[in-house]
């Protein structure tokens, strides 16, 4: 009886709390599938879970615009702008304070994380269950890895039960330290209770199954670890292969791969982002050249999966250059390719193709103990990313030693790049050197990773590939602060930070960013 109070209390809790951020979030962290004869944990534990799932890539479609398609995939290479209204945008290097802070404060991201993650705590405490914390865990792991790669030092550790940042800022080294420690303690959990399950209902990734969670685990550890490679190569390699030889395994088939299917009869949020706007210009958000270029030149057939063919005659998918002056474009925008997804798809997370990609990476670069060889595993996520969009022909892509990135002529007129992107090809050689067998693998998982944008900048940012089209002359408004070839390093602290956490702040600048708080700074892992 007294379990059922305090799981009543808790439920009241998640209820008021979600209903004072937005006004449907009920909807979003409500069951829709299940009948309504749940126990208050089973409920409780359901919703605070959705609430978790939802700020690994938010539910919230304004935060998800923010951070996913004005942000990671412009600056990753997928996404362009495509608003003719827009005069100061991350993509020009000269967003406004309310463009830039999302990630740090949007109460969609870290108060809505903190405030499920203490709820599930206290339902796994009162349950003497401790999988379903573990697995909070790992979402916040994979939530706050992004916030991170965002700013670089962030608070982190010292946040407390309330989610309010106002705290000292750890070094990125020490935010990744704690990553490494908490899904350590994740994975000893879930691999000691492999055989526990979650009631379907509290769990829209993996429907409870705890297995599929610790593969989660260990390949979002595997990711971290290769992502620091280059600043701390020793953490590096003890933590990559202690992933990879962890017990309960990696991702590695498609059927593992870590989406939050939660959208049944909500829109997936970055399917209604894009399409803001689509009757006057077919969006906000178009397809961008870097990664249309690369996919026609490649002959790639995930082209259908991911773009929707353009209006203009001289070829079937054409991308809109990045970083521009978009005032210029207003009549054109509605001719370049525009993404391709359903309302009901899922939001992915992280896909198998990834993790082959991660440990030939670690192989062909690093020299870790991934397990097997590096070609083996290049071709794997080649194979394995054809299969989870449905495309044929992999076999064939992966032999073609010829084929290279196409130019990009932009049917407007306008913005057409006369430079040679690259000459990678796709076919493995075993006898390249190192800085071709890593250009040749980041391109490879870059086009695998559609549409994680924000993965796709941290490559960039990491190992400066793919090679990307550099920011037109006049799309680049940062002032000479960030370079035109290399794009933004980072986004700036909030303006709300100087005003309510200033000398942790100031503190940060100073001695974790050496003074620069803008975007040509690099983060402490872009060290290459």
């Not at 509290?202 to 990711?223: E, H, I, M, T």
């Not at 020299?367 to 969009?389: K, V």
Request: proline share 4%; hydrophobic share 35%; charged share 20%.
């Amino acid at each position: 009886m007294k379990r059922n109070i305090i799981n009543k209390l808790i439920l009241s809790s998640l209820f008021w709390g979600f209903m004072s951020c937005t006004g449907n979030y009920m909807d979003i962290n409500s069951n829709p599938y299940e009948p309504d004869d749940l126990s208050p944990d089973d409920y409780a534990l359901g919703s605070a879970m959705s609430g978790m799932a939802s700020t690994v890539i938010a539910s919230d479609v304004n935060t998800a615009q923010f951070t996913d398609c004005l942000l990671g995939g412009p600056l990753g290479g997928y996404f362009a702008d495509s608003n003719s209204g827009w005069s100061n945008t991350i993509s020009n290097f000269d967003a406004k304070n309310d463009w830039t802070r999302v990630f740090l404060i949007s109460d969609k991201i870290i108060a809505t994380l903190y405030s499920n993650l203490n709820a599930i705590k206290i339902v796994s405490d009162n349950t003497h269950n401790p999988v379903p914390y573990a697995i909070a865990q790992i979402m916040k792991v994979a939530a706050m890895s992004r916030v991170t790669d965002a700013y670089g030092a962030i608070p982190y550790s010292k946040i407390g039960e309330d989610g309010k940042i106002t705290t000292p800022y750890d070094s990125q080294e020490e935010v990744y330290n704690k990553f490494f420690e908490e899904l350590d303690g994740a994975i000893a959990v879930l691999t000691e209770n492999r055989n526990a399950a979650l009631v379907a209902s509290a769990d829209f990734v993996y429907s409870g199954n705890v297995q599929k969670w610790c593969k989660f685990a260990n390949s979002l550890k595997l990711r971290l670890a290769i992502r620091i490679a280059y600043a701390n190569p020793s953490k590096a390699k003890e933590m990559a292969e202690s992933a990879v030889k962890q017990e309960m395994g990696l991702i590695e088939s498609n059927e593992d791969n870590a989406k939050w299917n939660y959208f049944g009869t909500l829109p997936n949020p970055i399917y209604t982002a894009v399409r803001y706007n689509e009757e006057k210009t077919g969006g906000d958000t178009h397809a961008a050249a870097d990664i249309i270029c690369y996919m026609n030149g490649y002959d790639d057939n995930r082209r259908a999966s991911y773009f929707e063919k353009s209006k203009w005659e001289e070829q079937a998918y054409v991308g809109l250059r990045r970083s521009i002056n978009l005032a210029k474009m207003g009549d054109y925008f509605s001719n370049y390719s525009t993404i391709k997804m359903k309302s009901s798809d899922p939001v992915l997370w992280m896909n198998a193709a990834e993790v082959a990609f991660l440990r030939a990476e670690g192989k062909a670069i690093f020299n870790f103990d991934m397990g097997g060889e590096a070609g083996n595993f290049y071709n794997q996520g080649i194979r394995l990313s054809f299969e989870q969009w449905g495309a044929a022909g992999a076999d064939n892509y992966m032999e073609d030693a010829i084929s290279k990135p196409a130019t990009y002529k932009d049917p407007s007129g306008v913005y057409t790049y006369e430079g040679t992107l690259s000459e990678i090809t796709v076919k493995w050689d075993e006898a390249a050197t190192p800085a071709e067998k890593q250009e040749r693998i980041i391109t490879q998982k870059w086009i695998a990773n559609w549409p994680l944008g924000n993965e796709a900048w941290a490559d960039y940012r990491r190992t400066g590939y793919p090679k990307m089209i550099p920011a037109a002359a006049d799309g680049n408004r940062s002032g000479g602060v960030v370079d035109s070839n290399k794009g933004a390093r980072r986004m700036p602290y909030p303006s709300e930070e100087y005003t309510n956490n200033t000398e942790n702040v100031q503190y940060a600048v100073q001695n974790y960013l050496k003074g620069a708080d803008n975007m040509g700074t690099d983060v402490w892992w872009a060290r290459k």
